[in-house]
């Protein structure tokens, strides 16, 4: 009986041992896979980077616009500031009083 | 029970035979274990060990928006074992060729190179295990070969230094070589933070090679390096580079270079020289072309020098904006002796200190030089950063010729302060100009903004940092509307003006050097300036180096040099949004209404 014993604790545990190996070799096999998709998730990765900076260059945007977008000229370029912008809602509300009152005389 | 006979002879022959095999054995596995036991033991752990070096990734360089400017990627030496080619194979060869763009014979050479001579004395052969088919194939190229399926083709990764942008601040950014060394700008300036450290791995492998994971024993990640920023603007940049094309496609000139930065901290916007090399194919350019001029080259300012002795004048209280000097002596005496004054280019009479600027008078700028005296000229002449470096920090930069008073000669002192008798780089020109439009205060020029890792945090700063007080802050601004007035109707760089914005600037016009008199056909023209002149956003340099001109013209500096400022400041205050000084301008203007 305890021969028996004996064989089945030391047998089984000898088995228990080589499965737990072959589950670590499978485990580690996997994490190496792994470990290589990443690297080369990494440098597709970096692949895109690099292409997206270079389509990205303000040069190569503006040829993909060329003739129908473009950066306006200073002289183009109108800037209100808050006094202006304030007479200027003033001058229309005078003009809209002038009117108003053009009509009520004509009344 | 059977009784066998079995003769003496056979049994004994038959015993010592076994019994010598086994002994054989035995004594083998007495010589394997215990006889030779720790040679076997290092053969088998040499063939069973693998130590994998983990190539640290180097960091990647990026503008001051986070626009990427250089990056590491992998690529692959593809190459072919002609041993493992089977021949059944060989009508594959051509779509390989196809896809790594070489000639089928090559292909066929190099799997049909199965042997080599050993080279000794024995006149042997070496079978051959490798035959290089190509260097830097992209990973998309070589799943694409891979998926062939033409056995004895296979390839290495390596890392390799990528430039997106191409030619796009080539001379800022340098390069990396094919052994991996940062070979000159940034990538050498601020290598100890990019290289990053290199890791290795201990572990085993299969008989196939083949890496076994779970044995891993020892493991020293790879630390990659530090990424940086730089001061550069991407699109400053290329607009910048626009404009050196379109320069150099209307002038022909033998180089040219074009500076921004911003006063305030003196950080490079952008900075370009022509010609100009692409970093990811530096060996098939010149060398020459791989020159940072704006730093590396040196020239006689002329006239954008004026700015010197002008306001060191001043900052002495010597003279005043409103002083009248004439300019229309020839000489100047100092006790017994008389000293020739240079020409003009047109005769100016007797005009202020201010149209001294304004019109650019040499005798002038001269008589200005003579009132402040060798030393206290010398002494401004390296306040303003002149015989030294300006430390950008990248290599090559060379400080410039400026001799001390004892070695001038009797001219120098009326030389100098037009331009002359000196030898500058565009950057120290550029500086120079800075000061003024720094209230008179002298930066260090940069280039580096900070090195940060992966997750974007910051690991060291770079700050600005202030080299020196050179003129008043009140000096600073009398010299400032003497050159808003150079980019008038009345100055010599009107071709720099810009409707609605004030701007400040001097021309430069210089003859060259050539067998050793000033040529007037080989000229360096340059304009330094910056705008807005009451609150100053960039400074931007333009030299020109012999432009060439059509029909015998000259190449000044207001000319050549002035269109580009002008250009270049018009792309800027649309990028900046920067608004007129001249408010009547306005659509809106209340007097419009």
Redesign the interface.
Known sequence: MFLILTVLVFGGGAISIVWL?ME??A???N??KL?DQRE?VA??L??L??????L????MVARLVSGRLR?????K?????D???A??EG?RVRKDQISRGALLSQR | MKNVFISSYRFYLTFFAILLTFCTLGGRLFHLQVWDADRYSQLAEGVRKNFIKEEARRGDIVDRKG???A????VVVLGVDPHAFKGEHRSKLEALAALLQVEHSVLLNAVNKKFVSSGDESGGMTPVRWVKLKEGV???TYRKIKDLGIDGVYGN?QHSR?Y???K?AAHVLGYVNKEGKACMGVELLADYYLKGQDGWRESERDGRRR????F?SVEFLARNGLNLELTLD??IQ??V??ELNELIETFDPQSASIIVSNPQTGEILAMANGPTFDPNEYNTFPLENQRNRAITDLYEPGSTFKIVPVGAALNEKLVFPEDIIDCSITSYSIGKKSLRLPKDHHPLGKISLHQVVQKSSNRGAAQIGLKLGPERLYHYCKSFGFGEETNLGLVGERSGVLHPPKRWDGLTITRLPMGHAVSVTPMQVHCAMSVVANDGILMKPSILRRAFDQEGKTVVPFSPTAVRRVLDESVANELNDMLVSVVGNEGTARTAM????KVAGKTGTTQKIIDGKYSSNHHVASFSGYFPADQPRVVITVVVDEPQMTKGRLGYGGSVAGPSFQKIA??L???F?I??SN?E??????DN?
């Open positions: 190996r670590i070799s485990t580690a096999k994490c190496g470990e080369m440098r597709e970096q692949e980077r690099g292409l997206k900076s270079r990205l260059r303000p040069s950066v306006p000229s200073p002289n370029t109108i800037y209100v500031t006094r202006e912008l007479a200027f001058a | 626009s990427l400017l990056t590491t990627k992998s992209d990973d998309s990764y990528f997106p942008n191409q796009l890496e076994m994971p779970q891993r991407r699109v290329d607009t580079e626009d810009i409707k609605g914005f018009k792309r205050i649309s990028y949004g608004q007129p408010k301008l306005s659509f809106l203007g209340t209404l």
